[in-house]
């Protein structure tokens, strides 16, 4: 066997991180699964994405292993897909997960017959016996001898499995009628009873920052005079921008916290994350005018400027979590190497500020934060300069992956941001960034007809666009539209929301799929409601379509906006704080400054 296998002929840095595995991998093709049926043997498919540190830890142990990799050739089709440029694949299949363990994330491992149908599910799982857990070179060679002598149970499995997920994606809520403003009241009720009193944020470890979460209970404070949730709001951007989520080094913030303070990150940035975050603090500045929030959102484009935009004008995906294998390394430091690049005596100095110890507070090292600094607002011009040295060495000490992808959604969340940012900071290269990266989108992601693709990487396109690709570029359009007044963006949002009713929507049961009507079949056309990491396409469609009725008053977009509305409303209404973005539409529907 060459060096490498067919994964080096794709374009995700994801894929192209295996193409040197033993393992026979293949990308998800309609040759895999042809091959799989001729020679009667089960699809392993792994999915991943490039900066997730388990994804690494899994690799290195198991896909890099010649032993793993020997049970896997010998017994399975190997399929890795990268949930970044298919979500349509992985959202299936982290149902499948959910459903069969009870949790899901990534890695994401599934068994599953050359049909599609799954009939195992897991998500990182060691190469050997480990904690109570089975190891890969257990667990193999087990479903191997399954599927060689009892396959008609394990078929008989993934068609419970199957028909389990599509009776669950066609069940339909209760009829109960429920008002817009309940569902907004029992909201802000959820909020209140999981906020951290201490700080900030909701539950507890892991901490999520959960942006549009914030958007909604800041736009909530703003109609109705809330204080209690302004305050609420206020204290958690306040408690994320002291602790280590925050990059006080590079600017940005990392994707999630692991403990209740908001300390120590895991450190992966991704790009939708610092988009809607930066969305957070510039509402927070429009709306109190404390000029910490518009500070901190500067720090954050600042940062996406300098290190996440392609010279085309395009954002990349995201930076990684490790370094040389190492989660962290790139971010952490001791307190003598800072004493060693900014002298003993200033070193002090940045240190005392930063919170840095001898002892550390990661591992022996130090993440730097203004936890314990109540002076955290007063950063002098010597702290910057300071700051902005150690930032040079960092970059100089070590390497960090980046995932160089450019998808439309993430995008079409960074152009409302960068748009958003050129109005209220009064900052005309937030604007010009957001119209250079629509000018990309429309150069590079849009077909001779104007449909949108997914991903562009290496000069390629690839994939027909989504749900989220449609409904948040729209939403861009009409931010740009808002800031220009330009109408070649309302033009271009209504002709692509036309295109987003016409070959995305369910007539019979209302709402929308996440994919297409055209696009090549899987075993499932699921509809995303969860307001994740991500708005979902649902939610975003939803805001759009107010948005649309509101500039044009046209009666087609009105129609379309009630009819999403009736359909998310049951649907949210038993928990709607898993539903911020869709929240956030409510409020711009019904909430005290709606048209």
Not at 101 to 127: D, H, V
Not at 130 to 137: D, K, P, Q
Not at 225 to 240: F, G, P
């Amino acid at each position: 066997m060459s060096n490498t296998n067919r994964l080096n002929q794709e374009k995700s840095p994801y894929l192209l991180q295996h193409a040197s595995n033993p393992v026979d991998w293949w990308p998800w093709c309609e040759e895999a699964f042809a091959k799989a049926k001729r020679e009667n043997k089960p699809i392993f498919l792994s999915i991943g994405y490039s900066t997730c540190h388990w994804c690494h830890v899994m690799a290195r142990e198991s896909f890099a292993d010649q032993q793993v990799a020997d049970l896997l050739n010998q017994w399975f089709i190997s399929i890795k897909v990268d949930r970044e440029e298919r979500p349509d694949i992985d959202a299936i299949y982290m149902r499948a997960c959910q459903a069969l363990t009870g949790s899901g994330g990534w890695p994401l491992t599934i068994i599953m017959t050359p049909e599609q149908k799954p009939f195992f599910a897991a998500t990182y799982i060691p190469k050997s016996a480990s904690h109570g857990m089975m190891g890969m070179i257990e667990l193999l060679p087990q479903i191997a001898d399954k599927w060689q002598n009892e396959q008609q149970a394990l078929l008989a499995a993934s068609d419970d499995i199957t028909n389990f997920l599509l009776k669950q994606e066609k069940s339909k809520p209760s009829a109960m009628t429920i008002e817009p403003h309940e569902v907004i009241s029992l909201a802000v009720h959820q909020f209140k009873q999981s906020f951290d009193t201490t700080w900030g944020g909701f539950g507890r470890a892991p901490k999520f920052p959960a942006a549009h979460n914030l958007l909604f209970l800041l736009q909530y404070a703003e109609d109705y005079h809330a204080q209690d949730i302004l305050n609420i709001v206020e204290h958690t951007l306040i408690s994320m921008y002291r602790g280590g989520i925050f990059d006080h080094i590079g600017g940005g913030f990392a994707r999630y916290s692991t403990d209740r303070k908001w300390l120590i990150p895991h450190f992966e940035k991704m790009l939708y994350d610092n988009a809607l975050l930066a969305q957070a603090y510039l509402a927070a500045f429009r709306y109190t005018k404390k000029t910490i929030y518009g500070e901190i959102a500067k720090r954050v484009l600042d940062y996406i400027l300098r290190e996440m935009t392609d010279s085309a004008g395009g954002f990349y995906c995201s930076q990684d979590a490790d370094s040389e294998g190492i989660e962290g390394k790139f971010y952490a430091f001791s307190y003598e190497e800072v004493l060693s690049v900014l002298g003993k005596d200033q070193g002090k100095v940045f240190c005392d500020f930063y919170g840095i110890t001898p002892e550390g507070n990661f591992e022996g090292a130090n993440i730097a934060n203004l936890l314990n600094n109540p002076e955290y607002e007063k950063i002098s011009p010597e702290i910057i300069a300071m700051r902005d040295h150690l930032y040079a060495y960092r970059l100089s000490r070590a390497a960090l992956h980046k995932d160089d992808k450019i998808l439309t959604s993430w995008n079409a969340l960074m152009i409302s941001t960068m748009s958003q940012a050129g109005d209220i900071l009064h900052d005309s290269r937030y604007l010009n960034t957001a119209q250079a990266a629509q000018q990309f989108i429309e150069h590079n992601l849009s077909s001779h007809d104007g449909r949108l693709f997914i991903r562009w990487r290496d000069n390629q396109a690839a994939h027909s666009g989504l749900l989220d690709d449609y409904a948040l570029y729209c939403l861009a359009l009409l931010t740009l539209y808002q800031s220009t007044n330009d109408k070649k963006y309302l033009l271009r949002a209504t002709s692509l929301a036309q295109i987003m009713l016409e070959r995305f929507i369910d007539h019979e049961n209302g709402g929308f799929y996440l994919s297409a009507d055209d696009t090549k079949p899987l075993i499932m056309r699921p509809k995303e409601i969860y307001d994740g990491a991500m708005p979902s396409g649902n939610s975003a469609a939803a805001l759009l379509l107010i948005r649309l009725a509101h500039c044009t008053g046209d009666k087609l977009w009105q129609e379309a906006a009630e009819q999403q509305i009736a359909f998310m409303l049951p649907r949210i209404s038993q928990y709607p704080v898993n539903h911020g973005f869709a929240l956030l539409a409510l409020l711009e529907r019904y909430g005290n400054h709606s048209y």
